[in-house]
């Protein structure tokens, strides 16, 4: 089975390196300067050229509170006006994006992130809606995937019903932790009514899918108080889970120097809950995607990946990857074609620059054969634990073991060892090897060597 998982201590230890998510090959770590607004364009007409479906992410970046670990481009405010200015530019992005496309180009999917989306009040949300239907051509039979980050603490009944009637059908919620006291040391003071009120009302409301964010080395986490809180989610039957690794890194992220690392929980702990939370999870018949990912299997990441159909973009696992991704907003990430592009990360910059008519795009990269190549690969390796060297030499006009000649010793190092198994005609991640399926891709990452690994999450 494709979700099978082998829990090996010793592999884990060995192979537990910090490195990148591979949400994107080349990683964002790569971005510089010489991409501006002339490549975006570009891009843009070769989109339009193609009539390639899209993808929009809508970055809201704004928060009433601060959550100390969060590492996401957000502004903490309790004053809602400041929004006002923000969607003012926004909406000016979205006009000068959108008159580089074909109004044939249909939105599959659509994903507000942030921060926090229900920041914006219901007015707010609905002229924002408005414009993108106006300026893009979204769908209006409930076909396409189009989702929103909720927080809990920031809607109730009536703002699930305004988002499912401007067309939202699925939601993400953030809850990372149920326990009272790891949720007063992070400063996300959540309740399991709160909660299950928003599911309740998505269920209600007929939202197709409900993904549950949690992360395991929290404050004061144990692997006693996380196991309930794995209990707690199971019983609200989300249908995809996403259980991430903190990463506790407070010189890159300021919130998290207000962590008492003394809390923290031991590496050994740490893994006590993943492997427990594995094992909660498959009991309960949740199969693991990959990459911290569970979804239950009439889920449609979970047929993807059945029918070797998954893919992976900035937006995490998706069925829409064959979509140019347009990111719009401060940080938002852009991937159309072979471009990456990203709007300035600074709120400041990115509404005056578009105050003087000019795209906030001010770093990117632009893909060469061998980045085409290497990022194939990855994805294969990503999404479906395996890469058949005859389908890479067919698209790429290589031959695998030739290319990749040089990385041979350390596939046959890993293999030894029990991560992957390699023979004439592909590599396959190995049941104990796939919680480690980061450190294999890492093997093709032609950058990694270039990159401070200090800003780097662990694998597990």
Known sequence: MLDAIRWDTDLIRRYDLTGPR?????????????IG?????????????ALRPLSLYVHVPFCANICYYCTCNKVITKDRGR???????????????????DPAQKVEQLHFGGGTPTFLSHDELRQLMAQLRKHFNLLDDDSGDYGIEIDPREADWSTMGLLRELGFNRVSIGLQDLDPAVQRAVNRLQSLEETRAVIDAART????????????????????NFSRT?????????????????SHLPERFMPQRRINSE????????LEMLQRTIEQLTAAGYRYIGMDHFALPDDELAIAQEESTLQRNFQGYTTHGHCDLIGLG??????????????????????????CAQLATSRGLLCNADDRLRRAVIQQLVCHFSVEFARIEHTFNIDFQGYFSDLWPQLQSMAEDGLIEVDNERITVLPAGRLLVRS???VFDAYLEQQNRQRLSRVI
């Open 37 to 49: 607004t002339f490549d975006l364009f570009h891009a843009l007409r070769e989109s339009r050229k």
């Open 22 to 34: 591979y949400t994107s090959y080349p990683t964002a770590v790569q971005f510089d300067g010489h």
């Open 83 to 101: 929004a006002l200015p923000y969607l003012q530019r926004l909406e000016q992005e979205i006009q000068l994006i959108a008159c580089h496309l």
């Open 230 to 246: 794995i209990d707690e989610v199971i019983a609200l039957q989300p249908d995809r889970l996403s259980v991430f690794n903190y």
């Open 440 to 442: 294999v891709c890492m």
């Open 330 to 355: 401060v940080s938002a990430i852009s991937q159309i074609g072979d471009l990456y592009c990203q709007n300035s990360s600074d709120l400041n910059l990115y509404q005056n620059t578009l105050a």
């Open 263 to 270: 809390e923290l929980p031991t590496p050994a702990q740490k």
């Open 205 to 224: 409301l007929q939202f197709r899918s409900i993904n549950i964010d949690l992360i395991y080395g929290l404050p004061r986490q144990t692997p006693e």
